[in-house]
């Protein structure tokens, strides 16, 4: 059982570059997040899908886009990458949203912009 | 604006030194409390939900309490294997149920 599985585990992009990161779910979790996580700060959140076909914004989603490919797969996408997007990102799955379940994550993908 | 910190930055302490972390949140209608260990280069995981303030959870050497104000993860007789870093985060009605996370306390256990 895998959980949360991400995709690539370290990338380096050049400014204007674009890139997809990819996450997968096999424990047939409603809800998936993207997050990112930078020094001395809490985790943020990015953007969330809710249930297969929904997708949100959350509190930094500027600069990114998400497709919620099927149940499994929620994708994160930067168009044009920037320096500030140099980060630790994460993606994370929940049973259900507002039932109060714990998130699960993976392992995360570390991001770094010249 | 619904907040959470968590005290200390670090710690550092003796296998066997007992302590105490702290997560205290502001927000308006907490639904749950959770704390998450994290590993370097890992994902962070969960390790408990607290609802209600009395509430308190136990695993191992780790036990986490609840007030109207704040968190306590407790760790008794700690081993160099519990260090990490000890993530909390809340959720609250008026946020639709998103997560609100602190910044973490990093935990070093010597030998």
């Known amino acids: 059982n895998a959980g949360v599985t991400q995709t690539p585990k370290f990338q380096v992009l050049k400014t204007g570059q674009s890139m997809t990161l990819q996450c997968a779910q096999d424990?047939?979790?409603?809800?998936m997040y993207w997050y990112r996580q930078d020094p001395g700060m809490g985790l943020r959140l990015i953007y969330y899908s809710a249930s297969e076909g929904t997708t949100d914004k959350g509190e930094v989603p500027n600069g990114y886009n998400v497709s919620r490919l099927n149940k499994r797969e929620f994708s994160l996408r930067l168009e044009s990458a920037a320096p500030s997007q140099t980060s630790v990102y994460f993606c994370?799955?929940?049973?259900?949203?507002?039932?109060?379940?714990?998130?699960?994550f993976g392992n995360g993908t570390r991001l770094t912009v010249t | 604006e619904d907040q959470v910190t968590q005290s200390p930055e670090a710690l550092r302490l003796q296998e066997g030194e007992s302590s105490s972390l702290n997560c205290s949140y502001t927000?308006?209608?907490?639904?749950?409390l959770f704390w998450y260990r994290q590993d370097p280069g890992k994902g962070p995981e969960f390790l408990f939900t607290?609802?209600?303030a009395g509430e308190e959870k136990e695993k191992e050497r780790l036990k986490a309490t609840l007030t109207k104000k704040e968190s306590f993860l407790h760790i008794t007789a700690p081993k160099p294997e519990d260090s990490a870093t000890y993530l909390c985060a809340v959720t609250a009605g008026n946020y639709g149920q998103n997560f609100v996370f602190g910044p973490g306390t990093r935990l070093s256990v010597l030998p």
């Open positions: 927000v308006s209608g907490l639904r749950g």
């Open positions: 607290l609802y209600s």
């Open positions: 424990m047939n979790h409603n809800s």
């Open positions: 994370a799955s929940e049973r259900r949203r507002g039932n109060n379940s714990p998130l699960h």
